[in-house]
């Protein structure tokens, strides 16, 4: 029964659910902003780095006046088989283009691949064609291009033909590159496995001088009709095995017996070296059978120049010879060993950041002595033993990629902590806590007593510095412009210790300034503690800089369609 005149005490008031849910949207939109950001620079980069291959430049446009003399400009690759139209002064099409990039850059001649552009008229037939760039030694691309037939081959075959490779002209000397080029311009427009040197399978008949009971060849294994191993059929080419000789690899096969611990035969499926040689070492490997009967221990212990005795094609005979003993080697090493998931060095990463976590985030942050042995401790073994930090160079370079694959689990575990608990938690831990360089600073300022302080206006205007660093190395990498992004930030010089003059002149000029300036470096130099401050900046309450950095970012996503 109530009593008058009194109240009755009643549960305490609910938490504000509003205020909370206001708080988890706008972390969850800031978080958002930087994964747009990523994306936005991803797909800008995969666009520039197509339109690369795809566009043609000034140089081209000249060759290609040289067979349409009325040529004024290139437009942009179109189509299905993003072929560029060849414009007249009138804008009006009077022919068409198209180099032999990206889809030649697979196919490898004498030393690397090649680049050609066909110029073909209005209907569509070749009108010449031309190298347009080489990664192959200078000596086979020169005589490739002397050769007055070679590049004229194609002339006047229509487009839809030059899918088939058939059986293109190739140059004396100059095989391997000539015959890449060649491929090179199949595989542009549509044939299939033109990098592939050695293509097609072992033909049955072939087995079946070896083990005349083989029916079929499964991977490795050669089998009877009944199922049963008859032996094991090694082939270098689907091994990975490339021995060069006088001027390219061969096509090996090895078999051995069904116990797999002695050689029946070899032989040349196939070969990218010269003739005779290939005849020559060909025919001893088939007459001479210099490797039949003998165990897979003498021949891994045989002296180059020893087995295929062949007068004149020693080259070629030595290649088949190292071929043969890197296939038993490849086949018989051992499985290898998955290393474990963390090593010791990755555990007190790890234990590492969580301190630095239960640091930042327990009731101890405020305590000084506990803030400066963390701090001693996040040098020592964060900074100069680890040499773990995260930065832009990293940021930029996960999302030009795409992907944040083959990172090391502790980077990754840092950089989710970095940005993750400002966002939650209105918190910044890594920059006040985990970062080796702050806590460096932190240290540094311990040497006075008195520190200096900035006029406010000078405070305000330095502390946009990391900001117009953050905006200028984004924007350079927007643009595809090859910065070494991680120059920009001193984390760097833990790591790898003083190589760049740059990295070490920021490294060292924040440091210094940290005895006089509390926190210099952090406060007006630093692009990714800029953005974890913004991340951390009035939970729950939209800012002037949200808007910005939306429209930023809003802006970025147009940068992929940027002429």
Excluded at 324 to 337: G, I, N, S, W, Y
Aim: proline share 7%; aromatic share 8%.
């Amino acid at each position: 029964m109530k009593t008058p005149g009194r109240t009755t005490a009643g549960p305490p008031p609910a938490p504000d659910s509003g205020r909370r849910g206001k708080r988890v949207l706008l972390a969850v939109y800031r978080l958002g902003l930087l994964a747009a950001a990523f994306f936005a620079l991803h797909f800008t980069t995969v666009r520039r780095e197509a339109g690369k291959d795809a566009a043609l430049d000034e140089r081209a446009l000249a060759v290609v006046k040289s067979y349409l003399p009325a040529a004024v400009s290139l437009g942009p690759p179109e189509g299905d088989d993003r072929v560029s139209a060849v414009l007249d002064a009138r804008g009006e099409p009077v022919g068409w283009a198209a180099q032999t990039f990206p889809e030649a850059r697979p196919v490898t001649g004498y030393a690397g691949p090649s680049n050609l552009l066909v110029v073909f008229d209005l209907a569509r037939r070749v009108a010449g064609v031309t190298l347009l760039g080489s990664a192959d030694t200078s000596g086979h691309v020169a005589k490739v291009v002397k050769d007055p037939d070679f590049l004229s081959q194609w002339n006047g075959r229509p487009q839809a033909s030059l899918g088939a490779a058939g059986e293109p002209r190739i140059v004396s000397g100059a095989s391997l590159t000539s015959e890449a080029m060649a491929r090179g311009l199949a595989a542009r427009f549509g044939a299939a496995g033109m990098d592939q040197w050695f293509p097609g399978e072992v033909p049955l008949e072939t087995l079946r001088e070896w083990f005349p009971g083989a029916a079929s060849l499964a991977g490795t294994r050669v089998l009877a009709a009944d199922g049963g191993m008859l032996g094991t059929l090694l082939r270098s080419s689907r091994m990975g095995v490339s021995v060069r000789g006088f001027q390219g690899a061969s096509d090996v096969l090895l078999a051995l017996d069904a116990e797999g611990r002695k050689i029946v035969g070899a032989a040349m499926q196939g070969s990218r070296d010269n003739e005779p040689y290939i005849t020559d070492v060909r025919d001893s490997l088939l007459y001479d059978q210099p490797f039949a009967g003998m165990t897979v221990d003498d021949a891994l212990a045989l002296e180059s120049g020893t087995a295929v005795l062949v007068s004149g094609a020693s080259r070629t005979a030595e290649s088949v010879e190292e071929t043969v003993k890197e296939m038993l080697r490849r086949h018989f090493a051992p499985p290898p060993v998955e290393p474990p998931l963390l090593g010791p060095r990755d555990g007190v990463a790890l234990a590492w950041i969580a301190a630095g976590l239960v640091v930042g985030l327990g009731p101890w942050r405020g305590r000084k002595r506990v803030r400066t042995t963390f701090a001693v401790i996040s040098v020592a073994a964060g900074g100069l033993w680890l040499g773990l930090m995260t930065g832009q160079d990293q940021w930029i370079k996960w999302s030009m990629r795409g992907s944040a694959a083959g990172t090391a689990l502790p980077l990754l575990a840092l950089t989710a902590a970095a940005l993750l608990i400002p966002a939650a938690f209105g918190k910044n831990v890594y920059c006040a806590h985990v970062c080796p360089h702050g806590a460096a600073q932190q240290l540094l300022g311990h040497l006075r007593k008195r520190r200096f302080a900035l006029p406010p206006k000078l405070h305000r205007a330095l502390g946009g510095l990391p900001w117009l660093t953050l905006g200028l190395l984004w924007l350079l990498a927007f643009l595809g412009l090859g910065f070494p992004f991680a120059d920009a930030e001193p984390f760097e010089v833990w790591s790898t210790g003083f190589v760049a003059l740059l990295p070490v002149v920021i490294f060292a000029g924040g440091l210094i300034a940290a005895v006089f300036l509390p926190q210099a470096y952090c406060h007006y130099g630093c692009p990714t503690g800029a953005v974890l401050k913004f991340l951390a900046s009035s939970p729950g309450r939209w800012t002037r800089r949200d808007g910005i950095a939306g429209a930023v970012v809003a802006l970025a996503w147009l940068a992929p369609f940027w002429p």
